[in-house]
């Protein structure tokens, strides 16, 4: 066996010479500066961000637009599965879960239990995403049914089917459980399914930020791009 030549490791600043701090390294600017030219007409721009530039997380389509104008403009072709998640124990996932399903245009997205929820995750994608709190699950479980929505589980419990191969309804609403407890019973009684998630390491379960996603993602590719499998 041959030695491999070695990377040599970094060389310190010389002598006198203070290393680089990080806050000194130029950071890329969000977003665009004022609109330049003449201004466009119509009464979905906003004056104020046209005058002074648009740094908002949105796609750049929506750049300059007022607030309630991406909103009516989304609302206009959200697609028919809502996502719910209980939170009894402020659970950090939800941010994440609501910017999840803002990207793939959720209806709704509801929480169960308490009503103060950890936004950090969210990256303010909750002002363009609708959002409905439900005090208990007998609430959500009325609600859902006086809407006509199948609630599907996302979990393992000894009678969860595969996810990647049940056929997701169209109209239905994604619910997923806490971190570490997972689902209620109340929820996996109010199922009509509960599927899991095929896994193939020798952890248990994957993060529910990440199942919700994977599971907002199966809905898309049965309903928006017609995959049967």
């Known amino acids: 066996m041959t030695d491999q030549p070695q990377t040599p490791p970094p060389s310190d600043p010389p002598s006198g010479e203070a290393a680089p701090e990080e806050d000194s390294v130029p950071k890329a600017?969000?977003?665009?500066?004022?609109?330049?030219?003449?201004?466009?007409?119509g009464d979905h721009w906003d004056p104020d961000l046209l005058a002074d530039g648009d740094r908002r997380n949105v796609l750049d389509k929506y750049r300059y637009w007022k607030h309630e104008a991406i909103v009516?403009?989304?609302?206009?072709?959200?697609?028919?599965?809502?996502v719910a998640i209980e939170n009894w124990q402020h659970d950090l996932n939800i941010g994440t879960v609501v910017r999840t399903a803002n990207a793939f245009l959720a209806k709704e997205v509801h929480i169960i239990g308490r009503r103060r929820w950890n936004r950090r995750g969210a990256m303010v994608t909750d002002r363009y995403q609708h959002v409905r709190h439900h005090p208990t699950v007998a609430d959500f479980v009325e609600w859902a049914q006086g809407e006509g929505l199948a609630i599907i589980g996302i979990d393992i419990f000894p009678d969860s089917v595969p996810l990647e191969t049940y056929e997701l309804p169209k109209d239905c609403v994604l619910v997923f459980g806490q971190e570490g407890p997972g689902l209620t019973p109340e929820v996996h009684e109010a199922a009509v399914a509960t599927l899991s998630i095929e896994q193939f390491g020798s952890t248990r379960s994957i993060n529910a930020a990440?199942?919700?996603?994977?599971a907002m993602h199966a809905w898309v590719r049965r309903h928006v791009f017609n995959q049967l499998t």
């Open 29 to 41: 600017e969000v977003g665009v500066g004022p609109w330049e030219g003449k201004l466009p007409e």
């Open 72 to 82: 009516a403009e989304l609302d206009s072709r959200r697609h028919n599965f809502h």
């Open 210 to 214: 990440s199942a919700a996603a994977i």
